[in-house]
């Protein structure tokens, strides 16, 4: 496939409502529009990465940085046949997974364009409709977090996930469990706020019969995580400690978990994504698509990978207008039925740009040119 050029555009877009975890609040979601030109198609990738290095340790910022010191003059260096061919000729570089998950994104959705099919069909995927679910931040108040849980189980959202932290878990939770029953899919996500001196007030939580709990403890273990997960009645699902496949393996080995959240961006793009899905589905591992409160494009991502086989659990892609007043997509990503986002059938991420909502929120633009044409 050969480069003609990449554009890297910068826009930063106001969410809806505030999005709040045990590490932070957002009002504001700034990102990495990548446009990869190849001939008369162009494949769109996203950077995922938060403003701040609080979720892990990238931040829109060293994404720039990578790119353009890194990754963009390694992907232009030689031409790429395969999108798989793609970590592997930035495996030389550590980490900075979700920078190379943004140009790998965007290499896929041009292979699958150049080959006139869904990005979905070229990963693989089995799926024409996905189960979805939302993720809800810590709320100021019980009342508002009520009232968004009962929103979003009348919108038919298949998963209710709530971040937790000490001194703002079994309260909620317990409150959720009295006002909307055990029959509703709830899980709780941590974000790595407890330590294993917790575990009392952890095992508490079983009673509530979670689908799970995501990422209790520290944001680079598995070893603890085995140590509470054997204690614990509560599926363990990981979500920062997961890079790759490799630590999958090792998580699973060890026990640190029942359920593995893939997120794209964290583990550096769409082939380690697929890797790990393949080894947790030989392990009988269920997996699904976490969120990282993505523009269209990185939404149009997770669709696809979710139509793998083992995503058996609803992921934490939810519709545009969950975070969007206006998403950077066309045709925006909606319900189709209730709790269910249909896969679109079009070449690549099978989504156009609303140019218009990209250049109003806009703040630069880089175009890298391939001089080695
Ligand atoms: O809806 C989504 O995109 C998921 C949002 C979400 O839960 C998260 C986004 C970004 C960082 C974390 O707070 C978190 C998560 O840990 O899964
Ligand atoms: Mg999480």
């Not at 700034?30 to 609080?54: C, M, N, Q, R, W």
């Not at 589905?281 to 993505?294: D, S, T």
Request: with cysteine.
């Amino acid at each position: 496939m050969q480069i003609d050029k990449i554009e890297v555009q910068h826009v930063k877009m106001p969410l809806v409502s505030p999005f709040e975890t045990s590490f932070g609040k957002l009002l504001e979601k700034d990102f990495l529009i990548i446009k990869i030109y190849s001939g008369e198609h162009i494949g769109y990738g996203e950077s995922v990465a938060l403003p701040d290095p609080t979720y892990n340790e990238e931040t829109t910022g060293t994404v720039i940085y990578m790119l353009n010191e890194f990754l963009i003059p390694l992907l232009l260096k030689e031409e790429i046949n395969h999108p798989d061919e793609v970590s592997k000729r930035f495996a030389p570089i550590r980490r900075n997974n979700m920078a190379k998950a943004a140009l790998e994104g965007a290499i896929w959705d041009l292979y699958s364009k150049k080959l006139g099919i869904s990005l979905s069909k070229a990963l693989g995927g089995v799926q024409t409709s996905i189960d979805v679910g939302v993720s809800i931040g810590i709320e100021p108040t019980t009342e508002m977090l009520l009232s968004k849980v009962d929103r979003f189980l009348s919108e038919g959202y298949k998963k209710i996930k709530v971040k937790i932290k000490p001194g703002y878990d079994l309260e909620p939770l317990t409150k959720i469990r009295q006002t909307f029953g055990y029959e509703i899919p709830l899980m709780a996500d941590a974000n790595s706020a407890y330590t294993l001196a917790d575990i009392e007030r952890i095992k508490e939580l079983d009673p509530l019969k979670l689908m799970m709990i995501e990422q209790p403890l520290a944001y680079d273990d598995i070893i603890d995580h085995s140590i509470l997960q054997s204690e614990l009645a509560t599926p363990i699902c990981l979500d920062e400690s997961i890079h790759s496949v490799e630590d999958a393996r090792k998580a699973i080995e060890l026990g640190s978990c029942k359920i593995i959240n893939i997120k794209i961006g964290r583990v550096g793009g769409l082939t380690e994504s697929k890797k790990i899905h393949d080894l947790c589905e030989k392990h009988g591992i269920p997996v699904w698509c976490g969120g990282m409160l993505e523009g269209g494009i990185g939404r149009a991502h997770n669709i696809a990978i979710t139509t793998l086989p083992a995503f058996t659990i609803a992921g934490d892609t939810s519709a545009s207008n969950r975070y969007w007043k206006k998403d950077i997509i066309c045709p925006e990503v909606t319900l189709s039925t209730p709790g269910k986002i249909d896969v679109p059938s079009g070449a690549g991420i099978g989504f156009d740009l609303n140019e218009e909502v990209i250049n109003q929120h806009m703040i630069s633009k880089k175009v890298y040119p391939n001089l080695s044409i």
